[in-house]
Structures are given as structure tokens and as C-alpha cells.
């Protein structure tokens, strides 16, 4: 039968590439966005965060970009390990005041040795 | 290093019985929300709490659902008469002031039989 909503835009790498992950927010009025790593059967974990003031920050082996012309956001991810292989969620907190995380659509990656 | 948690891990329950997820949020942490997350699809925000009462939630959110923190550590959320539909994992998580990143538990998964 039909597997709704399994359909993630999927992003297969070999072990050592860099990987770009991308996203387009909604909100024009967000001042906050993280990246969140999902692996399976697992609670999203924080990798990275970045303020509507910035339009790049780097982490260790993550880099995010902030476009606020365009509403974009992207993560780049270095040398590439299959660790990494997990769903990413960008999410935006709109500046309501209480933190309330709204949760893009996630993109799988798969690192393969 | 502080964590999230949440029990139990795995929840089966009968259509139509009342169910509570609990959740410990990270101690010194004054703000709490609970998400859900149905297989394959992206987090959805349920309900913020903060100063003991809720201070946001969707459109899920409905006269089903409630949230209590009935003492100085758990955060829970009861659904009064689950549906089929709420099948999902559950994920709590807190965060230590406004506009700065959330820290989500392991998730408890719901299923609704």
C-alpha cells in the first residue's frame, strides 16, 4: 500500500563530501533558526543555530547560510561521515516571544563508506 | 550534561482511553513545549508552557489534550479520549529563555489501537 508521507527529498553523498542541505522558511518575521538532527527513532538534536542579524555562522564541520532576500537557509556539512546520516529540519522561531519552533520538512541524508 | 526525558518510551492504548506522557525538562530550563511527530512527517508544534500556564498551541491542540506540571519537575500531557489519528511520537522539549534552541526529550511513541 501507499506509504503517506515517507516521501522525504533525499540526498545520498560518499563518505568524505561536503553535503549542502536546503531550506526555504516561511516567515518573514523569524529572527531565529536552528538546524536539527533527527536520527531514527530518536528526538531532534541541535547541530547549529543562527540570528536574523547573521547571514553565515560555522560550527565545528557545520556551516550555515542565511539568506533573508529570498527566505533561504542552508547547511553545509564538511567531509561527510555516515554518521551523519539522519533527517535534518531546519525550524524557525517566529518573534512571538516563547520560542515556539516551526519545523520545516526535512531532507534525509545518506552517507554511504 | 542535562537532558530531556520521557517516559514511557512506547505507549499501546485502546481508541477511546485517556493516556499521560510524562516529561522531565532540564532543571534550570522555564520553558516547556510539547510536539508530535506522525511516522515520516515533520515535527508539529502542539503547546507551550511557561509561568505555569500554556502561553501558545496549534490547531491540534484541542479540548482533547491538556498539559500539567504538577510539581517542580515533570511536564505532562494527557489526551483525554485518544483517537486512531493520534498515533504519532510524542516529543517534549524546554528551553531556557525565548528565542534560544530547545532541547527535545527521546520521544514516546503513541499508538493507538
Known amino acids: 500500500g501507499e506509504s503517506v508521507g515517507l516521501h522525504l527529498p533525499t540526498l545520498s553523498v560518499q563518505e568524505g563530501d561536503n553535503s549542502i542541505i536546503n531550506c526555504a522558511y516561511s516567515?518573514?518575521?523569524?529572527?531565529?533558526f536552528i538546524w536539527y538532527k533527527q536520527e531514527s527513532g530518536k528526538g531532534p538534536q541541535f547541530i547549529i543555530d543562527?540570528?536574523?542579524?547573521?547571514d553565515k555562522r560555522q560550527g565545528q564541520r557545520v556551516t550555515v547560510l542565511l539568506n533573508k532576500t529570498v527566505k533561504h537557509l542552508s547547511l553545509q556539512i564538511a567531509a561527510t561521515q555516515p554518521g551523519d546520516s539522519a533527517v535534518y529540519f531546519c525550524?524557525?522561531?517566529?518573534?512571538?516571544?516563547?520560542?515556539?519552533?516551526?519545523f520545516g520538512k526535512g531532507t534525509m541524508l545518506l552517507v554511504s563508506p | 550534561e542535562p537532558e530531556v526525558t520521557q517516559t514511557p518510551s512506547h505507549q499501546v492504548t485502546q481508541m477511546g482511553q485517556e493516556v499521560i506522557l510524562r516529561c522531565v525538562p532540564i532543571?534550570?530550563?522555564?520553558?516547556f513545549y510539547w510536539y508530535r511527530q506522525i511516522l515520516g512527517q515533520k515535527v508539529e508544534f502542539l503547546v507551550s508552557?511557561?509561568?505555569?500556564?500554556?502561553?501558545?498551541k496549534s490547531e491540534i491542540f484541542d479540548d482533547q489534550f491538556s498539559v500539567e506540571r504538577p510539581d517542580g519537575s515533570n511536564f505532562t500531557l494527557k489526551i483525554r479520549s485518544t483517537k486512531l489519528e493520534d498515533s504519532a511520537m510524542y516529543f517534549c522539549?524546554?528551553?531556557?529563555?525565548?528565542?534560544?534552541?530547545?532541547?527535545f526529550g527521546q520521544g514516546t511513541r503513541l499508538t493507538v489501537v
Open positions: 532543571s534550570n530550563h522555564l520553558y
Open positions: 508552557f511557561y509561568n505555569n500556564e500554556i502561553s501558545e
Open positions: 543562527i540570528r536574523s542579524n547573521m
Open positions: 516567515n518573514s518575521a523569524s529572527d531565529y
Open positions: 525550524a524557525e522561531i517566529p518573534n512571538s516571544g516563547y520560542s515556539t519552533l516551526t
Open positions: 522539549a524546554s528551553a531556557k529563555d525565548t528565542n534560544t534552541e530547545a532541547f
